[in-house]
């Protein structure tokens, strides 16, 4: 069987790759805006290509046997996504619409989607379902939402069956430590804990400290790249196998840590101490998002195997051969 993986390149397309080698044949889709030629495996075959761009989808629908396809292709930064609208909607949710007019056109019809608690907005529920009300407050929120129900009524319309997962926070490295976490800028508060104990940062800026959680800071639920690498395979086989379809899964470890919390685990997995500097509230940060992932335990026996020092630790041995 083969997968076409829209953004192998980029850092949790990659580490499912590495999940879905072995057993079935990966092309990846990428256009390299985000991702980096040194995460995508030599196992793979790649086309460098734009997935808004028909031609090059035609290509890669007739040269090869698709079964189904991962979308991880997307810009994902909610302040980014503030300042640029036009290019949210244009990369997330146009270029999403060409791919699955092509696929409906080729006859693929498997499709993984990855969309982000970021569709919850700020939830009036501490832990998560997929029950709890979607009211996204940013346009990448938005634009994942947005593909979300476009797959429901393209599902009803054709021969396409889907399942979206929403991840929480992805964080943590490969095990093998050759691939692992790297966006330029950085943004996201594990890696950029570990660049200043690694001495590449004067300082940590905490942002927000009167949140109404038990330290002043945001609480998270961090999730290792891989435990989501392993979903995306379930899913793919759960659809297969017609265990489900056209379902929507969270994906956290269901646990909430402050952002002083994950300094002070980062401190103890590095044996160093942070400089860190307590700055206002980042626009747009919830004070809690935590995932219930007991849907996707019920349906597919997904269950996360690492835990925050965990995560740390290996993103800790990337960060530290960077
Ligand atoms: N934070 C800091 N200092 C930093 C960076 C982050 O205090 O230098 C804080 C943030 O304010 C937030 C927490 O650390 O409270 C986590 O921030 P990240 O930027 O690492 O992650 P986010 O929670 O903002 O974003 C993640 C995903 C998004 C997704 C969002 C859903 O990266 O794609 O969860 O809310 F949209």
């Known amino acids: 069987m083969t997968i076409l993986v829209c953004g192998g390149a980029g850092y949790i397309g990659s580490h499912t790759v590495k999940e879905l080698i072995g057993n079935y044949e990966v092309v990846v889709l990428d256009n390299l805006s985000t991702g980096y030629p040194f995460l995508l495996d030599d196992n793979v075959t790649f086309v460098n290509g734009d ?6 989808l035609d290509f890669v629908f007739t040269t090869y046997k698709i079964d189904a396809v991962f979308h991880f292709a997307a810009n994902s930064l909610v302040g980014e996504s503030v300042e640029k609208p036009l290019m949210y ?6 270029s999403t619409l060409t791919l699955l007019k092509k696929m409906v056109e080729h006859g693929v019809g498997k499709f993984i989607f990855s969309s982000t608690a970021a569709t919850y907005g700020i939830p009036n ?14 346009p990448y929120g938005r634009s994942k939402l947005m593909v979300e129900h476009i797959l429901a009524d393209v599902a009803h319309a054709h021969n396409l069956q889907y399942v979206v997962l929403r991840y929480f926070n992805a964080a943590g490295a ?9 966006h330029d800028p950085e943004s996201h508060l594990i890696p950029i804990i570990l660049q200043h104990l690694l001495g590449q940062r004067d300082q940590i800026s905490v942002f927000g400290t009167d949140y109404n959680t038990a330290d002043g800071t945001c609480v998270r639920d961090y999730i290792h ?11 793919y086989e759960g659809l297969n196998s017609g265990k489900v379809s056209n379902e929507v899964y969270n994906l956290g470890n269901g646990a909430g840590y402050s952002v002083k919390e994950v300094i002070e685990a980062c401190e103890h ?11 206002d509230r980042r626009p747009g940060d919830p004070a809690v998002l935590v995932a219930s992932s007991e ?18 630790e290996s993103a800790w041995r990337w960060h530290s051969k960077q």
Not at 269 to 279: F, N, Q, R
């Open 51 to 56: 997935l808004g761009d028909e031609e090059v």
């Open 89 to 94: 909607y244009g990369n997330n949710v146009s």
């Open 125 to 138: 529920k501490e832990i998560i379902t997929e029950e709890t009300a979607t009211n996204p407050i940013n």
């Open 174 to 182: 490969h095990e093998t430590g050759v691939i692992g976490e790297s």
């Open 225 to 235: 790249v891989t435990d989501l690498a392993n979903a995306h395979v379930l899913a």
């Open 269 to 279: 997995v590095s044996g160093k101490s942070a400089v860190v500097k307590y700055v």
């Open 295 to 312: 849907k996707i335990y019920k349906a597919l026996s997904w269950k996360p195997k690492f835990q925050l020092v965990e995560i740390i």
